[in-house]
């Protein structure tokens, strides 16, 4: 069992930055992959971006790519989106995902979720 807790939403200006934070609970965090989907309002949940479960590979959606990172911790069960450039269309909830097994891109793969954060780029 893995509880997902993401902090570091908020109100920002087109352009600006914000950094998110999930951190998880349990002891094998590192045999999970991780990801940070998003839903807009009146949208699906979208994958932005995901890390393997050592943190040596990423993978972006073209909509984020060059614009956001992510990196994780597995000394202290944690991960971090750093967006940067942000536009008010990726206005959304975001939301933390952890995959037993191999990185992916559906968000139907991904076995447990945070509750979600709020970012709301202005234009």
């Known amino acids: 069992q893995v509880q997902l807790v993401e902090s570091g939403g908020g109100l920002v200006q087109a352009g600006g930055s914000l950094r998110l934070s999930c951190a998880a609970s349990g002891r094998t965090f590192s045999r999970y992959a991780m990801g940070w989907f998003r839903q807009a309002p009146g949208k699906d949940r979208e994958f932005a971006i995901g890390?393997?479960?050592?943190?040596?590979?990423?993978y972006q959606a073209d909509s984020v790519k060059g614009r956001f990172t992510i990196s994780r911790d597995n000394a202290k069960n944690a991960v971090s989106l750093q967006m940067n450039s942000l536009k008010p269309e990726d206005t959304a909830v975001y939301y933390c995902a952890a995959r037993s097994g191999p990185w992916s891109r559906l968000a139907r793969d991904y076995d447990y979720w945070g509750q979600g954060t709020q970012v709301t780029v202005s234009s």
């Open positions: 890390i393997s479960l050592n943190g040596a590979s990423t």
